[in-house]
């Protein structure tokens, strides 16, 4: 189809909570978690369109991290639920969960596309930016390599007219969530604002013989707080970079809690306004200001002023903003001069993996009208036969509707156009257990 006669609008809900809080409940995660999201959907796609429509229900790390059997259990009810919804048709293959590099290419993607619709980069530089993002459950690098590079492990991934060769890295458990249930309570209690109060709770896999949820009081020490994370990142070799090419020399945009956490330090008056790049120190030294404030002065001052920022999140912005700068400098190898972009939105856009996903789809379905296949090929990116995209992720639920006017239908038969489920890994896991 001629994309210059398809209008598109980029819509979005998100709810909470994420997915893998349904682990041991289900059913949960049923029709009152899903009506917003479907309710939403049906209110925006028209009526004779809606049973045509594809909806793909895609869960990030969170649900990585969830047995498969609970997940499986999780992904039936919400099948079960949005069929008896009864707008949209679904299909049980679409449901499931992304491998950690199909999260990172999917962010690579939406912050390329995003920068490119806003003529912040020209078509040249499309596929030039590198990509971080760190979600509750994880952590992923992705940019693209130069022509030469040889011996490192990379992906095909989708462009206008070409593909480019990228790499890509997930870091499953190195998400914000999960470092900090990694860290000693006396290490947490340094991460928490000096002075606050709040519950915090282990977790088990990092090794810690502790049990159940406790109340912290807070100590903002950064000094203390920096070396657990730091301790973290080193736990047997965890977080090693090993292939990851060097990272010198390329343009980063950082979203999701990089983000958040920046934008909390520029609102709180710990990082200069005005700017959306700072250097990998800039991030440090607003980390080691923010911790040494009172929490209650700190949450007293900071209510209601960042959007971004709950109040009940705000006395763990020292953590926050401490594991943002160690994981860029010691995790992913950026120098303390390096500077990055920190940014949430893009002409009032924002930026996540859901837009990437919503592209590879399409990339993947033009594809199929010539009989390609999966997502890591080389079409071009352009409008394919959508109603409605319906994507969920760790910690939120986001559904993306896709408006057109139909250009005709999709050939029957093709292979499922989304990022492989993350079958490898469910695989490793069931043979550990």
């Known amino acids: ?135 509750g459950g994880s952590t992923q690098i992705t940019f693209a390599l130069p022509p030469h590079a040889i011996g490192t492990a990379a992906v095909e991934a989708p462009l206008p007219g070409r593909s480019v060769r990228v790499f890509t890295r997930s870091h499953l458990g190195f998400g914000n969530k999960q470092v900090l249930a990694a860290l000693t309570p006396a290490e947490a209690s340094a991460c928490l604002a000096a002075g606050a109060n709040a519950s915090w709770e282990p977790d088990k896999r990092w090794g810690l013989q502790l049990d159940g949820a406790r109340q912290l009081h807070g100590r903002g020490a950064f000094a203390k707080c920096e070396a657990g994370v730091m301790r973290v990142l080193a736990t047997n070799g965890a977080m090693a970079r090993g292939a990851q090419p060097e990272v010198a020399g390329q343009h980063f945009v950082a979203m999701s809690l990089f983000y958040y956490a920046a934008h909390f330090a520029q609102a709180s008056g710990h990082l200069r306004g005005g700017s959306a790049s700072y250097a990998v120190k800039e991030l440090r030294a607003a980390a080691v200001a923010l911790c040494a404030e009172d929490g209650a002065a700190l949450e007293h001052r900071m209510a209601g002023k960042d959007p971004l920022t709950p109040t009940e999140a705000i006395r763990w912005r020292c953590f926050d903003l401490t594991y943002a700068a160690a994981l860029l400098s010691r995790g992913y190898g950026f120098s303390d001069d390096a500077t990055v972009d920190f940014l949430g939105e893009v002409d009032g856009n924002e930026v996540e993996w859901t837009r990437g996903a919503l592209l590879s789809h399409l990339a993947a379905e033009e594809r199929g009208h010539g009989g390609g296949g999966g997502w890591r090929g080389g079409g071009a990116i352009s409008i394919g036969e959508i109603g409605a995209l319906l994507v969920l992720g760790l910690g939120l639920c986001a559904l993306c509707a896709l408006l057109r006017r139909r250009c005709g239908s999709p050939q029957k038969g093709s292979s499922p156009p989304y990022g492989r489920l993350d079958d490898r890994w469910q695989a490793r896991r069931q043979a550990r257990e």
């Open 1 to 135: 189809p001629n994309s210059s006669h398809v209008n598109t609008v980029y819509l979005h809900l998100k709810v909470k909570p994420g997915l893998s809080s349904f682990a041991a409940t289900p059913e949960g995660a049923g029709a009152a978690y899903m009506r917003p999201l479907l309710d939403f959907a049906r209110a925006i796609v028209p009526a004779e369109a809606r049973r045509s429509a594809v909806l793909l229900l895609r869960a990030t790390a969170g649900m990585r991290l969830v047995p498969p059997a609970a997940a499986q259990r999780i992904y039936d009810t919400l099948f079960d639920a949005v069929r008896a919804h009864g707008a949209f048709s679904p299909t049980r293959a679409l449901f499931g969960t992304l491998s950690g590099e199909d999260e990172g290419v999917f962010g690579w993607l939406a912050v390329n596309h995003l920068l490119l619709q806003a003529r912040r980069i020209g078509p040249a530089k499309l596929g030039q930016i590198g990509a971080l993002d760190l979600g």
